[in-house]
């Protein structure tokens, strides 16, 4: 089994930056893809960025050029570094992980979430 742990959100202004950090722990080695994924009030659970084992990413459109995720194995932590942010971008943000690099295999563990509010 694997337990992950959100940290790092908060309140903060449009044009601000936050980074957030899930901690890994348990089961590590069964761990491929990570992601971060968002939920805003009464909207569906969206992708906002993924990465592989070897650090391939991908990311949400909305989120292209503003957003960077990346991970420190040794410390068995993924980021995810929030710059210039939107009001749109308030929602919870939930860490999770796969046993799999294939982006068609969901997402096997998630951690509870942590909340963004960007003010305006």
């Known amino acids: 089994q694997v337990q992950l742990v959100e940290s790092g959100g908060g309140l903060v202004q449009a044009g601000g930056s936050l980074r957030l950090s899930c901690a890994a722990s348990?089961?590590?080695?069964?761990?491929?893809?990570m992601g971060w994924y968002r939920q805003a009030p009464g909207k569906q659970r969206e992708l906002v960025a993924r990465?592989?084992?070897?650090?391939?990413?991908n990311y949400a459109d909305s989120v292209k050029g503003r957003f960077s995720i990346s991970r420190d194995n040794a410390k068995d932590t993924m980021y995810l570094q929030m710059n210039s942010l939107k009001p749109e971008d308030t929602a919870a943000y939930y860490c999770?992980?796969?046993?799999?690099?294939?982006?068609?295999?969901?997402?096997?563990?998630w951690g509870k979430g942590t909340l963004v509010t960007v003010s305006s």
């Open positions: 990465i592989t084992s070897v650090g391939n990413t």
């Open positions: 999770a992980a796969s046993r799999s690099d294939y982006i068609y295999v969901g997402m096997h563990y």
């Open positions: 348990g089961n590590i080695l069964s761990i491929k893809a």
